[in-house]
């Protein structure tokens, strides 16, 4: 038996409280719930600088407990690197970090995983890491310190970072097995997600817009717990950005989650869909639909997804959001609501 089916047992003893798709061990695949999960934004809004509650805020229980309330069993905790350690290889902020932990408490208190999510594009501030401002030691750092806080918290995962880019998948990669290893070096094994670069997109992977793409670089992740999965995002717009209010490329855009499926098997490798969206046009609905079913299609290789996005703070004038309003639940909820009530579970 190699070392990666070894690593897939230790996971499945792990995860079996309903986040994964897949335990893969001796050769066999056992199903288990994957996670259907919501961004909450909040804490990664403002300015540095900017008062909590004035500039930004992390979820309130309220918003929570509608999304346990509805099926959701995941958060994807987006918040600002440079909030928690406002220096580079310092401390962490004592109430950031406070109210980061409180946070992470409540959601797991309503029964929910969490992914943490540094929410900076590979950007502390306003440069990239690998710079000569933000060496690669300086984020291995940041995830060292951090992973200490949450080790061995299985129901915590660590998304790397979201949306990498202007850096090349050879360099993303050196930073993100860097942090990885540090990760590990502190002694927790939680799942880690690692995105690619060019924002990670599902239709990029094996794009060369970067020079060599992350199909051919990524498979390069040196992780000593094996203990690890790809997230990508994908957007149903004209140009795959999620910025714009229609879906016309949702053909395309379920067929770059089918085959990074496909590509994710061939690897022996798990995914996970971090970010997805449509408005509220009811055109979209449908393949709002189809999206999350190209995921529960493949619990071979598929640990879940999570929706972007909601938040105390959105706006009801916010396309993509399902914060409900005062109305009630958005369309998007709607639709969500009736593919929760036809599949009970996520790969069931």
């Known amino acids: 038996m190699n070392g990666r089916l070894t690593g897939y047992k230790a996971y499945a003893r792990r995860l079996a409280v309903a986040l994964s798709c897949v335990a893969v061990a001796a050769g066999s695949?056992?199903?288990?719930?994957?996670?259907?999960?919501?961004?909450?934004?909040?804490?990664?809004?403002?300015?540095?600088?900017?008062?909590?509650?004035?500039?930004?805020?992390?979820?309130?229980?309220?918003?929570?407990?509608?999304?346990?309330?509805?099926?959701?069993?995941?958060?994807?905790?987006?918040?600002?690197?440079?909030?928690?350690?406002?220096?580079?290889?310092?401390?962490?902020?004592?109430?950031?970090?406070?109210?980061?932990?409180?946070?992470?408490?409540?959601?797991?208190?309503?029964?929910?995983?969490v992914v943490l999510d540094p929410h900076n594009y590979a950007r502390y501030g306003d440069q990239i890491i690998g710079s000569e401002a933000v060496p690669q030691s300086a984020f291995a750092d940041f995830w060292r310190r951090l992973a200490t806080v949450f080790s061995g918290q299985d129901e915590v995962l660590f998304g790397l970072m979201n949306e990498p880019y202007g850096i090349s998948a050879e360099d993303w990669l050196s930073a993100a097995n860097g942090a990885i290893s540090a990760i590990r070096q502190s002694g927790a094994d939680n799942l880690i997600l690692v995105?690619?670069?060019?924002?990670?997109?599902?239709?990029?992977?094996?794009g060369g817009d970067y020079g060599m793409p992350n199909a051919s670089v990524m498979t390069g992740v040196a992780d000593p717990g094996n203990n690890y999965a790809f997230e990508v995002h994908q957007y149903l717009d004209v140009d795959f950005s999620g910025k714009n209010e229609e879906c016309t490329r949702a053909v395309d855009a379920v067929k770059a989650v089918h085959d990074m499926g496909d590509w994710l098997a061939a690897q022996g490798r798990r995914g996970f869909l971090g970010e997805f969206a449509v408005s509220t046009m009811p055109i979209c609905q449908q393949a709002l639909t189809d999206m999350v079913a190209a995921v529960e299609s493949r619990p071979d290789v598929w640990l879940g997804w999570?929706?972007?996005?909601?938040?105390?703070?959105?706006?009801?004038?916010?396309?993509?959001?399902?914060?409900?309003?005062?109305?009630?639940?958005?369309?998007?909820?709607?639709?969500?609501?009736?593919?929760?009530?036809?599949?009970?579970?996520?790969?069931?």
């Open 306 to 348: 999570s929706y972007w996005a909601a938040g105390d703070w959105w706006k009801p004038s916010e396309p993509l959001n399902i914060q409900p309003t005062e109305s009630g639940d958005r369309p998007q909820m709607q639709t969500l609501q009736a593919l929760f009530a036809e599949r009970k579970t996520c790969g069931g």
């Open 195 to 206: 995105p690619g670069t060019a924002w990670t997109g599902a239709h990029s992977w094996s």
């Open 29 to 113: 695949a056992q199903s288990a719930e994957c996670m259907r999960g919501i961004n909450l934004a909040g804490a990664e809004f403002g300015s540095l600088g900017q008062d909590y509650g004035t500039g930004y805020v992390y979820p309130s229980e309220k918003t929570i407990a509608y999304f346990k309330d509805k099926g959701f069993t995941g958060v994807r905790l987006p918040f600002l690197w440079e909030r928690l350690q406002p220096k580079l290889y310092d401390k962490f902020d004592t109430a950031e970090l406070r109210r980061l932990r409180a946070t992470v408490k409540a959601i797991r208190s309503a029964g929910m995983q």
